[in-house]
Antibody, heavy 126, light 110 residues
Framework: QPQLQESGSGLVEPSQTLSLNCSVSDGSISTYTYSWSWIRQPPGRALEWIGHVHSSGSAYYNPSLKTRVTISMDKANHQFSLRLTSVTAADTAMYYC??????????????????WGQGALVAVSS | QSVLTQPPSASGTPGQRVSISCSGGRSNIGRNTVTWYQQVPGTAPKLLLYNNNQRPSGVPDRISGSKSGTSASLAISGLQSEDEGIYYCSSWDDSLSGPVFGGGTELTVL
């Protein structure tokens, strides 16, 4: 299994853009049988799927975040990234990247998340 | 409020068998498979079961899962202290067009 590692700013000002990268330890980011996802967990709360990107270039997002989220992939550097615009305090959370299995040929439908990165804590505050 | 409903807590003594329930609806558990994750506080979630009852390599067979209708259940037999943590269920939701999670159940080994 690859190892995943998040990196990026841990503090973002309200109304600004949150940016995180996830490095994948091997070349499997180009594999068609998996997609690459972001999930977040606000303090003391449950997990929330943000979206995922497939090596075909297709990206799929949680409808509640769709207008503010972009997930993209850099195959050459074995990483994928998250951008979340116009952040508020409600976006304060631990952000995890994870590999996810595809449940359809286009990887529109996804299955289980495995493995996960260790997480990156992002606080939105002025 | 989570789409999937789990009890907030569960407990048992070493060696006991405990079950954790996960209730959903027709758009998620009713039509799709269930996945379970274990999260030890301060660490990332770890895949425990997929496709309702399939164990990834390394997960002991004392951990099992089942699904019936719009509900699913995780069972842990021969409870050990290392089983402490928060357990989350998850399923694809056809209405959301994405995966949804339960609120988590904190398991304590007394």
């Amino acid at each position: 299994q690859p190892q995943l590692q998040e990196s990026g700013s841990g503090l973002v000002e309200p109304s600004q853009t949150l940016s995180l990268n996830c490095s994948v330890s091997d070349g499997s980011i180009s594999t068609y049988t998996y997609s690459w996802s972001w999930i977040r967990q606000p303090p003391g709360r449950a997990l929330e799927w943000i979206g995922h990107v497939h090596s075909s270039g297709s990206a799929y997002y949680n409808p509640s975040l769709k207008t503010r989220v972009t997930i993209s992939m850099d195959k050459a550097n074995h990483q994928f990234s998250l951008r979340l615009t116009s952040v508020t305090a409600a976006d304060t959370a631990m952000y995890y990247c994870a590999r996810v299995s595809c449940s359809s040929s286009s990887c529109y439908r996804i299955g289980s998340f495995d493995p996960w990165g260790q997480g990156a804590l992002v606080a939105v505050s002025s | 409020q989570s789409v999937l409903t789990q009890p907030p807590s569960a407990s048992g003594t070493p060696g006991q068998r405990v079950s954790i329930s996960c209730s959903g609806g027709r758009s998620n558990i009713g039509r799709n498979t269930v996945t379970w994750y274990q999260q030890v506080p301060g660490t990332a979630p770890k895949l425990l079961l997929y496709n309702n009852n399939q164990r990834p390599s390394g997960v002991p067979d004392r951990i099992s899962g089942s699904k019936s209708g719009t509900s699913a259940s995780l069972a842990i037999s021969g409870l050990q202290s290392e089983d402490e943590g928060i357990y989350y269920c998850s399923s694809w939701d056809d209405s959301l067009s994405g995966p949804v999670f339960g609120g988590g159940t904190e398991l304590t080994v007394l």
